[in-house]
């Protein structure tokens, strides 16, 4: 059964960076596409990055393109989110999620339990 | 870039009633890559409904989704306890995009 696991979590000043990681099992880590999503406190849910399946191909939304940075090791079966120049509005719970590929339609079809990014003085 | 935008932002209903969920797009979803997640408190999203009108695996068939080009529903056909969370349609663009509608909160009236 697929796992996600995000760790890496925690409070941060603005300006600053933090890397959080994702373990994946399960599944053939290789094969899939994978993404970050964001939710800041009471609000709705936001995409952040995907890295497709051969680790090169990278999309970001326009809110963090430039100061995030996404990457897959197919070896450790991780996916990690070096964020740099963090922002107040960054501040969220931060899900790692696998895309599938259902009857020809992608979607997020596993998600992980989060891992909460507070930026703040 | 489209946007999607979901009605009401609040609907209240009790058990056993039926729920109807809408979300609107901008522009026409292709393929009808779109997609329904239900989140409940405290938790992840999870995947309900993909293509407009499948099922995700282990869904309950109170749950269908319908529609296509800007239009699209999540019906409820009678809520169950567990039913009451905030609902999100996504729609999956060019370039690996996905864009996520402001979530409709379902809670027991």
């Known amino acids: 059964q697929v796992q996600l696991v995000e760790s890496g979590g925690g409070v941060v000043q603005p300006g600053r960076s933090l890397r959080l990681s994702c373990a994946a099992s399960?599944?053939?880590?290789?094969?899939?596409?994978v993404h970050w999503v964001r939710q800041a406190p009471g609000k709705g849910v936001e995409w952040v990055a995907v890295v497709w399946f051969d680790g090169t191909t990278k999309y970001y939304a326009d809110s963090v393109k430039g100061r995030f940075t996404i990457s897959r090791d197919i070896s450790k079966n991780t996916l990690d989110l070096q964020m740099d120049s963090l922002r107040a509005e960054d501040t969220a719970v931060y899900y790692c999620?696998?895309?599938?590929?259902?009857?020809?339609?992608?979607?997020?079809?596993?998600w992980g339990q989060g891992t909460l990014v507070t930026v703040s003085s | 870039e489209i946007v999607l935008t979901q009605s009401p932002g609040t609907l209240s209903l009790s058990p056993g009633e039926r729920a109807t969920l809408s979300c609107r797009a901008s522009q026409s979803v292709r393929s009808n890559y779109l997609t329904w997640y239900q989140q409940r408190p405290g938790q992840a999203p999870r995947l309900l409904i993909y293509?407009?009108?499948n099922r995700a695996a282990g869904i309950p068939d109170r749950f269908s989704g319908s529609g296509s080009g800007t239009d699209f529903t999540l019906t409820i056909s009678r809520l169950e306890p567990e039913d009451f969370a905030v609902y999100y349609c996504q729609q999956y663009g060019s370039s690996s995009m996905y864009t996520f509608g402001q979530g409709t909160k379902l809670e027991i009236k």
């Open positions: 293509g407009a009108s």
């Open positions: 399960g599944f053939s880590f290789r094969s899939y596409a």
């Open positions: 999620a696998k895309e599938g590929i259902l009857g020809g339609n992608r979607c997020l079809d596993s």
